[in-house]
């Protein structure tokens, strides 16, 4: 049975270089108004490569959200927000993103101010009306991407809408910066897109492995640079350093669990305060959490872009992620992530804070059982706010789910 | 008054309507106002909307987490549970997320011959929403025809705008006739003719909605109490009860924003020319919901003027638990009432009511402070 101790001598040192990106990235975007440039709020599923384009610093109020959460500052925040009228059931990240608007509080000292803000509805209606809020709060302009929801198809209308959205986005950014977009620059920034993205499926299939290199817990992390700097440079070269860093494990035999013998795949956002609470649950049972739909998302379009026609294929790439297809497709691609990284067991997150991850679920829990024939479970939260989280009542629940596994397993 | 008494006769047994009326005409559910009715008239179809009305709706537990809102886990209830076998089929216009996924487990689900996701804009406010808008329209008129093997004429269309208008208009009337006389006929009528003229038969509700209005306004009743005037702002209130607790309390509902109430008849198509062209612009330009985007003000804006236009002394938020666009707007909408002196209260409600007795209090207390 491995350790945590163990398991933390083995850490990766393309973390440590990640953090110091991160740490750098944020000193550039808190230091924008005295280097002139400008900062745009953006949401994590929205097209960046036009800021990038446009040398305008994206930030990430969800990538935001993920480090209140992480550090435990969610619980305080959200009580704020609820103290100013909003509801405990809206999405933590909104609710901990408004208090740190509202209070200049939260993890390195708030986010700084927006210049301008960037919505796209792909991922949920939720960052309409949020991004609505700080659009009155911030009083910038805001830029609403429209991506009709792909239930079962891409219709012609909906891609015509999308690229003329695109065009008005670009306008937008024109008018804000003041400055026409670089169109030589947008074929770079494509192309860094695209080798980001690549990279990062990349490191995400090598947990195909057996034993899994790293883990998905891993994978929440080394997701903030796929987020937040893609289309550059940097985004590329760590993730061929950290792919590189993987294969020099594999061929060492570093693996994420000392004795892997249970494989899982996890559903929906993370849990983001009791990252390591789950991973050491998991390892106690031997069971490798490798991989996740949620990771997934940021690559999970390459299909529909075509590298020569970077500008006009994220049309169809931005509209069709993950969170903006029907309940079915959702499920096809769990179905083909079973089968890809032979897991033993589903454990779905059903996150309070994301309807629209979250409702279809319990269909979706029910086509694995029958089709697949694996065990599934449950686990409830708000993926920012701890102090909706039972952690005797998941511990129990865990520890039922790895004994079916086990059983049927052996 | 007699003709309430037929709009309440429908809202009785709902169902059993529906399930007499299936009998010559076919009939299509749907669950949200940016529905284009006035295309499922046309194509001899008999929209019907979906209230979720059953009150237990452990039914939903199998598909939908506790923190599913109460009115898309009833209309799944009534759905699974066999309420809805009479329809032909449904429509699902993109509203929130939630009913964007009600509408994938409608469909996993359930077996009709139809089901159509009329995927509108959410963003309201630019030209190429607007043309997107108007495609949709297009796509879902032929997929209504493809769907019955039907013709669905321009002159079909000229027709059920001219009728909904007409619906739409009475039903204005009805609420200027009660915001200016509040005692003529009582708020939970109100909101039970608004409901009950979404599962009529349209020219059945239409006439009815005539009769009513032609009634009130002759009608001679002495000068009423005068109560305070509060506006109710929500999703939709199915909840006749709250009006007469109110009432009671000492204030009238004397206008709303609500899908059961003005945004549902706020509006006319224009009647002439190209008619998908002008239900779209309808939809399009119509009272917004906060579900759609127009402004990041738009919503706050509406609610002040009509609290102007209808001397509202109060407003009263009526916010469906798991609501998450009302919830949003919420506390920026009060904070821009309270800067304009306008004193506003916010009722929570999943499903049912709360005791009467606790809700009295609450109205009471609010009502003094007007």
Same mark, same amino acid.
């Given at each position: 049975?491995?350790?945590?101790?163990?398991?933390?001598?083995?850490?990766?040192?393309?973390?440590?270089?990640?953090?110091?990106?991160?740490?750098?990235?944020?000193?550039?975007?808190?230091?924008?108004?005295?280097?002139?440039?400008?900062?745009?709020?953006?949401?994590?599923?929205?097209?960046?490569?036009?800021?990038?384009?446009?040398?305008?610093?994206?930030?990430?109020?969800?990538?935001?959200?993920?480090?209140?959460?992480?550090?435990?500052?969610?619980?305080?925040?959200?009580? !704020?927000?609820?103290?100013?009228?909003?509801? &405990?059931?809206? +999405?933590?990240?909104?609710?901990? @993103?408004? #208090?740190? =608007?509202?209070?200049?509080?939260?993890?390195?000292?708030?986010?700084?101010?927006?210049?301008?803000?960037?919505?796209?509805?792909?991922?949920?209606?939720?960052?309409?009306?949020?991004?609505?809020?700080?659009?009155?709060?911030? !009083?910038?302009?805001?830029?609403?991407?429209? &991506?009709?929801? +792909?239930?079962?198809?891409?219709? @012609?209308? #909906?891609? =015509?809408?999308?690229?003329?959205?695109?065009?008005?986005?670009?306008?937008?950014?024109?008018?804000?910066?003041?400055?026409?977009?670089?169109?030589?620059?947008?074929?770079?920034?494509?192309?860094?897109?695209?080798?980001?993205?690549?990279?990062?499926?990349?490191?995400?299939?090598?947990t195909a492995h057996k034993p899994a290199p790293m883990t998905a817990f891993d994978a929440f992390f080394f997701l903030a640079l796929i987020v937040t700097l893609r289309g550059t440079q940097v985004a590329v070269d760590f993730y061929r350093a950290l792919l590189g860093e993987i294969g020099e494990r594999i061929d060492q035999g570093i693996f994420a669990l000392e004795n892997e013998r249970y494989r899982i795949l996890w559903d929906n956002l993370p849990i983001w305060y009791r990252l390591k609470w789950l991973?050491?649950?998991?390892?106690?049972?031997?069971?490798?959490?490798?991989?996740?739909?949620?990771?997934?998302?940021?690559?999970?379009?390459?299909?529909?872009?075509?590298?020569?026609?970077?500008?006009?294929?994220?049309?169809?790439?931005?509209?069709?992620?993950?969170?903006?297809?029907?309940?079915?497709?959702?499920?096809?691609?769990?179905?083909?992530?079973?089968?890809?990284?032979?897991?033993?067991?589903?454990?779905?997150?059903?996150?309070?804070?994301?309807?629209?991850?979250?409702?279809?679920?319990?269909?979706?829990?029910?086509?694995?059982?029958?089709?697949?024939?694996?065990?599934?479970?449950?686990?409830?939260?708000?993926?920012?706010?701890?102090?909706?989280?039972?952690?005797?009542?998941?511990?129990?629940?865990?520890?039922?789910?790895?004994?079916?596994?086990?059983?049927?397993?052996? | 008054?007699?003709?309430?008494?037929?709009?309440?006769?429908?809202?009785?047994?709902?169902?059993?309507?529906?399930?007499?009326?299936?009998?010559?005409?076919?009939?299509?559910?749907?669950?949200?106002?940016?529905?284009?009715?006035?295309?499922?008239?046309?194509?001899?179809?008999?929209?019907?909307?979906?209230?979720?009305?059953?009150?237990?709706?452990?039914?939903?537990?199998?598909?939908?987490?506790?923190?599913?809102?109460?009115?898309?886990?009833?209309?799944?209830?009534?759905?699974?549970?066999?309420?809805?076998?009479?329809?032909?089929?449904?429509?699902?216009?993109?509203?929130?997320?939630?009913?964007?996924?009600?509408?994938?487990?409608?469909?996993?689900?359930?077996?009709?011959?139809?089901?159509?996701?009329?995927?509108?804009?959410?963003?309201?406010?630019?030209?190429?929403?607007?043309?997107?808008?108007?495609?949709?329209?297009?796509?879902?008129?032929?997929?209504?025809?493809?769907?019955?093997?039907?013709?669905?004429?321009?002159?079909?269309?000229?027709?059920?705008?001219?009728?909904?208008?007409?619906?739409?208009?009475y039903l204005r009337k009805i609420w200027e006739i009660h915001a200016a006389r509040p005692w003529l006929i009582s708020g939970s009528d109100l909101n039970r003719v608004a409901m009950a003229s979404m599962i009529l038969e349209r020219e059945t509700a239409a006439a009815m909605l005539a009769d009513l209005a032609d009634g009130l306004g002759r009608l001679q009743a002495q000068e009423g109490k005068p109560r305070r005037r509060v506006m109710l702002v929500g999703s939709l209130c199915c909840q006749p009860d709250?009006?007469?607790?109110?009432?009671?309390?000492?204030?009238?509902?004397?206008?709303?924003?609500?899908?059961?109430?003005?945004?549902?008849?706020?509006?006319?198509?224009?009647?002439?020319?190209?008619?998908?062209?002008?239900?779209?612009?309808?939809?399009?330009?119509?009272?917004?919901?906060?579900?759609?985007?127009?402004?990041?003000?738009?919503?706050?804006?509406?609610?002040?003027?009509?609290?102007?236009?209808?001397?509202?002394?109060?407003?009263?938020?009526?916010?469906?638990?798991?609501?998450?666009?009302?919830?949003?707007?919420?506390?920026?909408?009060?904070?821009?009432?309270?800067?304009?002196?306008?004193?506003?209260?916010?009722?929570?409600?999943?499903?049912?009511?709360?005791?009467?007795?606790?809700?009295?209090?609450?109205?009471?207390?609010?009502?003094?402070?007007?």
């Amino acid at each position: 049975m491995s350790t945590p101790d163990k398991d933390k001598k083995k850490s990766f040192r393309s973390a440590k270089r990640m953090r110091e990106i991160m740490t750098e990235y944020y000193i550039n975007a808190k230091t924008a108004s005295q280097t002139g440039k400008k900062v745009a709020w953006i949401t994590s599923g929205g097209p960046v490569e036009p800021l990038i384009v446009m040398d305008v610093i994206p930030v990430y109020p969800e990538n935001y959200g993920a480090m209140i959460g992480a550090s435990h500052m969610g619980g305080d925040l959200c009580a !704020k927000a609820e103290a100013m009228g909003y509801s &405990t059931d809206l +999405c933590s990240y909104a609710r901990a @993103d408004i #208090a740190c =608007a509202v209070e200049n509080g939260g993890p390195i000292g708030g986010l700084p101010r927006p210049d301008m803000l960037v919505c796209c509805n792909n991922i949920c209606g939720t960052v309409l009306k949020w991004y609505e809020v700080l659009a009155r709060y911030f !009083k910038v302009p805001l830029f609403v991407l429209d &991506t009709p929801f +792909c239930h079962t198809e891409f219709p @012609d209308q #909906a891609r =015509a809408y999308v690229r003329r959205q695109f065009d008005e986005y670009i306008a937008f950014l024109e008018n804000a910066c003041g400055r026409p977009f670089d169109e030589e620059k947008s074929l770079e920034v494509g192309r860094l897109s695209i080798e980001g993205q690549r990279l990062w499926k990349q490191v995400l299939d090598i947990t195909a492995h057996k034993p899994a290199p790293m883990t998905a817990f891993d994978a929440f992390f080394f997701l903030a640079l796929i987020v937040t700097l893609r289309g550059t440079q940097v985004a590329v070269d760590f993730y061929r350093a950290l792919l590189g860093e993987i294969g020099e494990r594999i061929d060492q035999g570093i693996f994420a669990l000392e004795n892997e013998r249970y494989r899982i795949l996890w559903d929906n956002l993370p849990i983001w305060y009791r990252l390591k609470w789950l991973s050491d649950t998991f390892a106690s049972h031997d069971a490798c959490l490798v991989a996740d739909t949620y990771t997934t998302a940021w690559c999970g379009s390459m299909k529909y872009i075509d590298e020569n026609n970077f500008f006009e294929s994220i049309v169809e790439a931005y509209t069709r992620i993950y969170l903006n297809i029907g309940v079915d497709e959702m499920a096809k691609t769990v179905f083909e992530m079973i089968d890809k990284y032979q897991v033993d067991g589903l454990v779905m997150h059903s996150n309070r804070s994301c309807k629209p991850y979250s409702f279809g679920q319990y269909d979706i829990q029910r086509m694995v059982q029958e089709q697949k024939g694996i065990p599934t479970m449950m686990i409830e939260s708000h993926m920012t706010d701890e102090r909706s989280f039972s952690e005797s009542a998941t511990k129990t629940r865990i520890d039922a789910f790895m004994e079916i596994i086990k059983a049927s397993k052996g | 008054m007699e003709a309430i008494r037929s709009f309440q006769k429908v809202l009785d047994d709902p169902v059993k309507y529906i399930e007499t009326l299936s009998a010559r005409k076919k009939i299509i559910g749907y669950c949200c106002s940016y529905t284009p009715e006035e295309m499922i008239h046309a194509a001899g179809l008999h929209p019907f909307r979906l209230f979720g009305l059953s009150p237990d709706t452990s039914a939903a537990d199998r598909h939908l987490q506790a923190y599913c809102c109460s009115l898309v886990r009833g209309v799944l209830t009534d759905v699974l549970t066999g309420r809805l076998d009479s329809l032909s089929g449904a429509v699902f216009p993109h509203t929130c997320d939630t009913i964007q996924r009600l509408s994938d487990i409608w469909r996993l689900n359930t077996g009709f011959p139809f089901f159509a996701d009329v995927v509108l804009p959410v963003k309201l406010n630019s030209q190429s929403a607007r043309e997107y808008f108007e495609a949709v329209l297009r796509k879902f008129r032929a997929d209504l025809e493809a769907g019955f093997d039907i013709t669905i004429t321009d002159e079909a269309l000229a027709v059920s705008i001219k009728l909904y208008n007409i619906i739409r208009s009475y039903l204005r009337k009805i609420w200027e006739i009660h915001a200016a006389r509040p005692w003529l006929i009582s708020g939970s009528d109100l909101n039970r003719v608004a409901m009950a003229s979404m599962i009529l038969e349209r020219e059945t509700a239409a006439a009815m909605l005539a009769d009513l209005a032609d009634g009130l306004g002759r009608l001679q009743a002495q000068e009423g109490k005068p109560r305070r005037r509060v506006m109710l702002v929500g999703s939709l209130c199915c909840q006749p009860d709250i009006y007469s607790i109110l009432e009671r309390s000492g204030a009238d509902v004397v206008w709303d924003d609500l899908c059961t109430g003005s945004r549902y008849f706020e509006g006319l198509v224009a009647e002439g020319g190209d008619p998908v062209a002008a239900i779209a612009e309808r939809y399009y330009s119509r009272v917004i919901c906060p579900a759609k985007h127009s402004s990041v003000t738009a919503r706050a804006e509406n609610i002040v003027s009509a609290v102007r236009e209808h001397r509202i002394d109060g407003v009263i938020f009526l916010m469906l638990k798991f609501c998450d666009p009302h919830a949003f707007d919420y506390p920026d909408i009060k904070g821009f009432l309270d800067a304009q002196g306008i004193p506003s209260m916010l009722l929570e409600i999943e499903g049912g009511l709360p005791p009467e007795g606790a809700l009295t209090t609450r109205f009471e207390t609010f009502i003094e402070m007007l």
